[in-house]
């Protein structure tokens, strides 16, 4: 499996394996282990709402102690690292993924996918799939992400959250 294989399954089916928006974030955590709390999260205590809690580069964001969200941040240039349930076999992967190269995965495994105009605007491009609702936002490169094409748009981030 790779990181567009992650990538792709999770355009389609807002899940990333068993995890999904709405599920215990104890079951999460017995899935994945203990994650790493917001600051706001340790000051404030576990029923503070909207603050992630971690796993590297995985991200699930928390709304009275259920998945509210589920975000995979990446930075281009460099390597990430995801849970093994998330991406099994690999401690890091290659983050750098093309805007092109991520709609063409997902044309080539039919997942519908437009523009998301909302978050779509300056330095910045997103796409929405369908009928999942993940959202996918690319941005040009900032100077410290070193990768090889510095005027084309790469994935930062690909998220879901529930309505």
Request: aromatic residues 6%; glycine residues 8%.
């Amino acid at each position: 499996m790779t990181l567009t294989d992650v990538l792709v399954d999770f355009a389609r089916t807002g899940r990333i394996g068993p995890l999904h928006c709405g599920m215990p974030l104890a079951d999460a955590e017995d899935l994945l282990g203990p994650g790493r709390p917001h600051p706001a999260i340790r000051l404030k205590g576990p029923d503070i709402d909207g603050y992630p809690y971690a796993w590297d580069g995985l991200e699930l964001e928390v709304t009275q102690r259920r998945v509210s969200g589920i975000w995979i941040r990446l930075w281009p240039g460099s390597t990430t690292k995801l849970p093994p349930l998330v991406l099994p076999e690999s401690e890091t992967h290659e983050a750098t993924v093309l805007r092109e190269e991520l709609t063409a995965a997902l044309d080539s495994a039919g997942c519908l996918h437009e523009v998301n105009s909302n978050l779509t605007f300056g330095r910045q491009s997103s796409i929405l799939t369908q009928p999942a609702n993940v959202c996918a936002v690319f941005s040009l490169p900032a100077r410290n992400n070193h990768v090889p094409h510095r005027d084309r748009h790469y994935l930062d981030v690909m998220h879901k959250h529930t309505a």
